[in-house]
């Protein structure tokens, strides 16, 4: 089992940054994918939108919508998995979720509230 905690979501006004954390405990040695998705009020209905993630070998892969804005890191495989959100917009509120994979199995952390406004 795997336990993901996100943290660092909030309120900001356009055009400022935020940075999210999520932190991982349990078995995670067999981990091969970590992501960001979000989920906009009103989405309820749809699927969570990937936003951002990164492979355990360091492939990374980005929304259209957040390239050249957001970035997702990691220092090392015990450490958090970040994202790094510049130039925020409105349309980038949402409920932001971390999301990990291994072979057999997705986990989900319980989300951090994004919101963007003036």
Known sequence: QVQLVESGGGLVQPGGSLRLSCTASGSIFKIGFMGWYRQAPGNLGKQRELVASVTIG??????DSVKGRFTISRDNAKSPVYLQMNSLKPEDTAVYYCN????ATS??????????SS
């Not at 990990?100 to 072979?103: A, E, G, H, L, S």
């Open 58 to 63: 360091g492939i990374t892969n980005y929304a």
């Open 100 to 103: 990990f994979r291994d072979p």
């Open 107 to 116: 986990y989900w952390g319980q989300g951090t509230q994004v919101t963007v």
